[in-house]
């Protein structure tokens, strides 16, 4: 038996997330693990480092599968390559220790997060770029932002109503730049909740657009409630960028 890491690109406009969904080949982990068990011929069992939302990408997602093969990392890439359709690309396959475990091994994750603002329509980008024409007061994003840093429990941040584990995370860098009229939000922790980045972005969002005092964030941290935090950003301007492990 063999493990093996592969690196993982992928626009998930038309998948239901990450996470297979019973034998619906609808989701990322459920097309790879039907296209690699019949490519091997065997079951295999994929480990993602983390869910992707329906509708968001990837850049540099890992996952990580056992599987009992005389295949080279380059013949399996190759084969992949050839079967998977267009909006999944397999950019790296390595051989690891068997402990390595693409979830449980990894130490930190970037994630990026695109809004176009500007009245005028990106129509080529438009599936990676949430759309927003009301003007932007970045620097109170930019303000506000910092209250995020360190270490904190952001329940308040989360989707899943019933999270039993630690909601406590740690938020290493937060940068928010403009790109022409585009405004991209860059943040890095040690990991993260349900909903947790888009959520962050739309309640920097409502700061932006003055519908929230810019110094709001420590109150909504401190109240551990979902109602007291901003709506949660769409989907299709978050990207998965990277994957950090010892």
Request: hydrophobic share 40%; proline share 4%.
């Amino acid at each position: 038996m063999r493990n093996f890491k592969m690196l993982l690109a992928y626009d998930g406009t038309r998948y239901r997330g990450w996470q297979r969904l019973g034998n619906s080949p609808d989701t990322i982990q459920g097309k790879l693990e039907q296209t690699l068990s019949r490519i091997l011929e065997q079951p295999i069992a994929i480990h993602g480092s983390g869910r992707t939302d329906a509708g968001a990408h990837a850049a540099g997602q890992v996952a990580s599968f056992h599987a009992d093969t005389t295949r080279s990392c380059r013949e399996l890439t190759a084969l992949l390559r050839q079967y998977l359709p267009e909006d999944i690309g397999v950019l790296e396959i390595t051989e690891v220790p068997l402990r390595f475990h693409a979830r449980l091994t990894a130490t930190g994750k970037t994630y990026v997060y695109r809004v176009w603002n500007s009245r005028v329509p990106n129509v080529f980008e438009r599936r990676y770029l949430y759309q927003l024409g009301e003007p932007l007061d970045v620097e109170a994003m930019k303000r506000a932002a910092a209250d995020f840093l360190g270490t904190h429990d952001f329940i308040a941040f989360c989707s899943n109503k019933h999270f039993k584990k630690s909601s406590v995370r740690t938020i290493m860098a937060l940068t928010i730049e403009t790109l022409g009229p585009e405004v991209r939000f860059t943040v890095t922790g040690d990991g993260f909740l349900y909903n947790m980045v888009r959520i962050m972005v739309g309640t920097l969002l409502e700061i932006g657009l003055h519908r929230r005092p810019a110094d709001d964030i420590p109150a909504i941290l401190a109240s551990r409630s979902r109602e007291q935090a901003g709506e949660t950003a769409p989907a299709r301007g978050l990207c998965l960028k990277e994957v950090y492990y010892p």
